[in-house]
């Protein structure tokens, strides 16, 4: 892990944490606090589960799950091009799965509070964690598809 990544996983993980506790400080788990009507939401929750809840009843296995998965990502990062869109991404990756890893080994729940409403569609609600794990991938989906990892073939001329 260079510096920077390293960098990066640790403001986002302390960014994360800041604000899943100033969010409980001052809110209400499972109130619901407006920011754009109709939109966007301020609703703290405690997921015992993975996404959607999944596993709830088997914290454990999602602990153990993440601290593999967090194994296997380290190792796979090494097979990528090193450059900046690389390093952010598995920055803001390492940084939110550490941060709802902290979450559950701490509370035993990952606290969320961001819900966003769509054409009546409810997401499940999140956290900064969940949005740093998702760009990541995206940026990660992105350099394979640009050809930056081990695995790309050498004709695909980049």
């Known amino acids: 892990m260079?510096?920077?990544?390293?960098?990066?996983?640790?403001f986002w993980l302390l960014i994360d944490f800041l604000s899943k506790t100033l969010i409980e400080i001052y809110f209400h788990v499972d109130s619901n606090f407006p920011?754009?009507?109709?939109?966007l939401y301020l609703n703290p929750t405690h997921n015992k589960g993975a996404a959607w809840g999944f596993l709830s009843e088997y914290p454990g296995i999602i602990i153990i799950t993440t601290l593999l998965a967090l194994i296997i990502i380290y190792r796979?990062?090494?097979a990528f091009k090193k450059n900046k869109r690389n390093t952010l991404a598995f920055g803001l990756l390492f940084g939110g799965i550490l941060g709802n890893l902290l979450d559950r080994v701490l509370y035993g729940y990952v606290r969320d509070f961001i819900s966003i409403y769509i054409f009546k569609y409810s997401f499940p609600v999140f956290n900064l964690a969940d949005i740093g794990i998702c760009m990541g991938i995206f940026l990660l989906i992105v350099a394979i598809i640009k050809g930056e990892d081990r695995y790309a073939t050498k004709s695909s001329g980049k």
């Open 2 to 10: 260079t510096k920077k990544m390293f960098l990066i996983s640790t």
């Open 35 to 39: 920011i754009l009507k109709n939109i």
């Open 76 to 78: 796979y990062m090494f």
